[in-house]
């Protein structure tokens, strides 16, 4: 995580969190919780996600598809760490709750109106094991 820190130039608020939330903010700050386990290392990580992405600039992008590139980058890091090699249940957990998560911001942002029908790429229903419903939407 550090070292994503020092590659992408960010800082960390002040404050962290002493809850399992993260934060990113402009000017790439981010808020992030103390990193006691796999999960909270994912919190990092996905808040890093944001910033590599340049998701603390305004854009037009619907906020799930801010939210599913970084999930996306996140848990490609523990990938690459091989976590879902070496605790296979806990990466297995936090996935499934990246999918929840997608699918809320999905519906959430269906419901402000923020995404037209047929504007959600395969890919996202992919990532969400909903793409065999693809063709229905």
């Not at 599913?68 to 523990?78: D, P, R």
């Not at 997608?102 to 519906?107: A, D, E, G, L």
């Amino acid at each position: 995580i550090s070292k994503y820190i020092k590659k992408y130039n960010i800082k960390i608020k002040r404050h962290r969190y002493k809850t399992r939330r993260g934060k990113t903010y402009p000017k790439k700050y981010i808020k992030i919780p103390c990193i006691k386990c796999i999960y909270t290392a994912y919190i990092a990580l996905h808040e890093i996600g944001h910033v590599k992405l340049n998701h603390t600039i305004i854009t037009n992008k619907p906020k799930f598809q801010k939210e599913y590139e970084a999930e996306k980058f996140a848990l490609n890091c523990l990938k690459r760490n091989k976590i879902n090699k070496l605790y296979p249940n806990i990466y297995n957990k936090i996935s499934n709750k990246a999918i929840l998560y997608i699918m809320f911001h999905i519906q959430n942002d269906k419901n402000r109106n923020k995404i037209q029908k047929g504007s959600i790429k395969k890919e996202v229903y992919e990532f969400c094991k909903l793409d065999k419903f693809y063709h229905l939407l």
